[in-house]
């Protein structure tokens, strides 16, 4: 009886768990993410991460990402993944589209979260005002979360 519990708690820790992070959304497609920021006045996050390979990648998820004090807070900003990937495949475009970003703030360190409000030109293209960066922070997600609070509530 006790191991049918156990597994039985177990099993909804792990479904929980599951559920937790298909909550929170994380887009691809930049200017997917942009029309949805601009749509709702939003900032975005650009999370530069290598999922397949980077240790501090993995444990800013697992600490931050992955909790339900971050679930709730995602919902102030659009979340964008920029993935740079070694061993998993990877749409070509999507490849580019992160290149380009990565280049564009000078990314030379995973991971590394940038903070950015966009902003429509008259010609139609859209600009991405930089508030600050950030990457792991030591002392879990509500360490994380003053952090990123600070960036984007800083007045302009």
Known sequence: MKKILFVIFLVTISSSKAFAQQRVQW???????????SKENKKVLLFFTGSDWCG??????KE???TNDFEEWSNNVVLV???????????????????????????RGYPTVHFV???????GRTNLKSLGKTGYVRGGATAWLNVANNIINKTL
Do not use: G, Y
């Open 27 to 37: 887009h691809t497609d930049l200017n997917l993410a942009l029309n949805v920021a």
């Open 81 to 107: 993944e920029l993935d740079f990937p070694r061993r998993t495949p990877q749409d070509q475009k999507i490849r580019n589209q992160n290149l380009q970003l990565q280049s564009m703030f000078q990314v």
């Open 117 to 123: 409000i966009p902003e429509k030109m008259s010609d």
């Open 64 to 66: 931050v990402f992955e």
């Open 56 to 61: 501090w990648c993995k444990k800013l998820q």
